[in-house]
């Protein structure tokens, strides 16, 4: 029903991220190679309200399909209404439904993950949106539970195959754990086992090796990337090549980093229309490209005040030209992963001079 899972084709989805995967981000990491997009998570009540900054937030264009737009809340019949009115505002690939968040203010309101704790409850939304929407598909992302001693993903997965949702995504984390620890394969993997829709796997997917040995070593029909596409959009391109054609696609260079920055600055000013707006909006944003750059600390101090393309322009030509001058990829400066703005140059042994060099230069 899913054409993207057709012929045995592993899909990689760019993880629905409040706040980061606007239209923008989604074109960005299509043009790079994700495979399916999904919007961020918006209310039901958002939407039959038909509160303004939510209808914004459904817009797409062409190039970013297949995509879903996720929808939260505890209210079937609200959910399968404000179903329905997305499907005639924008016409999405799909639905997609939000058992996931865990986040206290959609919690408290028996939102997101707090379905994980109600399965009836969270059957009878998934069912009323599948039956106001069908023929169109609709898919849903959970975690593994409501926490250590509720993981109930196997469970959860089942009732939502019950119901006629299409695909699942699974969190391999509980609500209880947020963000933190790491996420479990092995109980992603027990998911994928035990359904006969596609499970799609999520959790702390930074590079190709880690993509591969999600994909050999479970029955996942698909993955999931969230705050690795922040820094390393890339690894899209960099997986489906490897995926396709057994080929290792090297990291961009610096110059190629800055080059994808800028654009995405260009393309998100050209969005909002007002420049500081979008460039304040920017600014986490650019703290995460900034964490796979050498000097990372110091050009987060210059990067999260910037307020104009201009500046960060000026900024990129500062750090190639210290870049270049120093040598540093030469003398094997550690980049930093991904994962942790204290895996700074700064830390790393005879490494403080040249990040502060960077910052008075
Ligand atoms: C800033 C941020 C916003 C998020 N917003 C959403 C959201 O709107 N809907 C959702 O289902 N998950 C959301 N998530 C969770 C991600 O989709 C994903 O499940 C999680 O980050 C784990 O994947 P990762 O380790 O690849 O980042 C969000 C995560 C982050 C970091």
Known sequence: MLPWFDNNWRPLYLAPMAGVTDSVFRRLCKEQGADVCVTEFVSADGILHRNLRTREMLNFRAEERPVGVQLFGADPKHMADAAKAVIDWVAPDFIDLNFGCPVNKVVCKHGGAALLRDCPLLERVALAVVKAVEPLPVTA?????????????????????????????????????????????????????????????????????????????????????????????????????????????????IEERWSHILCHCRMAVAETGTEKHAMAAMRGRLMAYSKGMPGGRSLRAELQQVSSIAQVEAISRRHLAWFNSENVAEEGLVFEGPESFSNSISSAPGRVGEASHFASS
Do not use: C
């Open 141 to 253: 992302k959970i975690r593994l539970g409501w926490s250590q001693e509720m993981i109930n993903a196997t469970t959860t997965a089942m009732a939502l195959e019950q119901a006629g949702i299409s695909a699942v995504a699974v969190h391999g984390r509980t609500r209880e754990q947020g963000y933190s620890g790491v996420a479990d394969w092995q109980a992603i993997a027990r998911v994928a086992e035990t359904v006969s829709i596609p499970v799609v796997g999520n959790g702390d997917l930074r590079g190709v090796d880690e993509i591969l040995l999600r994909l050999r070593s479970t029955r996942v029909r698909g993955l999931m990337i969230g705050r690795a596409a922040m820094t390393s959009p890339w690894l899209f391109r960099q997986a489906r090549r490897f995926l396709d054609h057994g080929e290792m696609v090297p990291d961009p260079s």
